[in-house]
């Protein structure tokens, strides 16, 4: 049986467009305060103001995550004005898919400091807290999702740097998982598919055909499918952890 998240209080980061911006609705919905962090202050507020309009909570916080001082005050603020910190979602990432030959490293950096350290300095930060409303909360559990993608399963060429990041988000969160699931935190991993998102747009236009062309095509999920998926495993009883869920459309083959 689902389990209200009324009393709880989540952090999603990438809020402002896409799966972050579904979820952080759905999170709402659940009953959850939610903390939105994301570099766009005027679309988190946007966001917000919608979500208090549905008779929810929300707290628009800007903040770029990969400045690890910024991802520790975000989470400082989350806790501070919504009381606790129980559930994070670590959805705030970026694809920039191209050959590795002759590439452009500042897209290597880019894509390593936001999908890998800015998930890192976010869970780092926020970790004591989950742990205290694991021990505490009207749950006695907490949950940290990190986003990971169908390329975190699978390397394809023309997503090196992509795929780099991604395999080792599944890496971390399996590893977190062992250190801390028996304190209740449970630490998950969502792999989606092709979603319609603004993910693909930072490809650069000439090569986003042919690094796209396995899914010509394909009808995509939309970003509420993945926040479905989100408000799936947090609101599961404190026994049951949901450890990774792949999401793929229908007509996706690989």
Do not use: C
């Amino acid at each position: 049986m689902a389990q209200t998240l009324s009393g709880t209080v989540a952090l999603v980061t990438g809020a402002s467009s896409g799966i972050g911006a579904a979820a952080g609705r759905e999170l709402a919905r659940q009953g959850a305060a939610v903390a939105l962090v994301a570099r766009r202050k005027d679309r988190l507020d946007q966001l917000a103001g919608e979500i208090e309009a549905e008779g929810g909570r929300a707290i628009a916080l800007a903040a770029d995550i990969t400045e690890q001082q910024q991802a520790i005050d975000a989470v400082e603020q989350a806790v501070a004005e919504l009381g606790r910190l129980d559930t994070v979602v670590n959805n705030a990432g970026v694809m920039l898919l191209g050959p590795i030959l002759d590439a452009p490293t500042a897209e290597w950096d880019r894509m390593i400091s936001l999908n890998l350290q800015g998930l890192l300095y976010v869970s780092h930060a926020a970790l004591p807290h989950l742990v205290t409303a694991a021990e505490s909360g009207p749950r006695e559990v907490a949950d940290l999702i990190n986003i990971s993608s169908t390329a975190g399963r699978r390397a394809i060429a023309l997503a090196g740097i992509y795929n780099l990041t991604k395999f080792g988000v599944n890496a971390f969160t399996e590893s977190l998982r062992q250190e801390v699931t028996a304190r209740h935190v449970r630490v998950s991993v969502v792999e989606p598919g092709a979603v319609t998102t603004e993910l693909t747009e930072h490809v650069r236009p000439e090569i986003r055909d042919q690094a796209l062309s396995a899914l010509a095509g394909v009808e995509n999920l939309l970003a509420e499918d993945i926040a479905d998926g989100i408000a799936y495993i947090v609101t599961r009883p404190r026994r049951v952890a949901i450890n990774e869920l792949l999401i793929r459309p229908t007509e996706q083959v690989r």
